[in-house]
Each structure stands twice: as C-alpha cells, then as structure tokens.
C-alpha cells in the first residue's frame, strides 16, 4: 500500500509523515507560522521547496534554520515548544 501524505511540507510535523498522528500537528504547524511571520523566512527555505529534503530533515529532527535568526527569549521558547516530539508538544490551551 501506498503512504498517502497531503499538505504543506514545510509546516508537517514528523508524526505527520507516519499517519499516526492528532492535534498536536497542528500545534507543529503553527509554531512554523509563528517562526515564518518572526524570521520572515518560510520554514526549511534552506531545502528551497524541496519536498524529500524536507522530509529528510523533518524525520531526523532537524529544526528549519530560519530558527537561528530569533533572538533567544519568550518568543524563541514558544517557538521550540511547538516543535517538541508529539508527546512532548503543548497543548493550545497550555501555550
């Protein structure tokens, strides 16, 4: 069978890629956003839209490097929050 995977790929948490996934996805996704809106720069802009690259980085952990731009602080924090493991990963309402 064939894996089925539809969306965005920058902004696809890795439980994502695996099928076996809830909410906390969408807690991934918008930590991207808030990272995009802050450093300006779409999330994996390094892999210049490449989809495997992405997904490459994405399963071995590896955070977007537009992260380096944000000034550690309250705002950096909120950001890795959301992109703790699944397990790990806060709830909107604790976030």
Not at 11 to 29: C, F, G, L, R
Not at 35 to 64: D, T, W
Not at 71 to 88: H, M, N, R, T, V
């Given at each position: 069978?064939q894996?089925?995977v ?90």
């Amino acid at each position: 069978s064939q894996m089925s995977v539809i969306g965005t790929p920058e902004y696809m948490a890795p439980e994502y890629y695996t099928e076996t996934y809830n909410q906390a996805v969408d807690i991934w996704a918008f930590g991207l956003v808030v990272l995009e809106m802050v450093s300006n720069k779409v999330p994996y802009h390094e892999c210049n839209g490449a989809a495997a690259q992405i997904f490459l980085k994405v399963s071995r952990g590896a955070l977007p490097t537009a992260l380096n731009d944000i000034k550690s602080g309250p705002c950096k924090d909120f950001i890795i929050a959301c992109l703790l493991p699944a397990e790990q990963r806060p709830s909107a309402t604790q976030l």
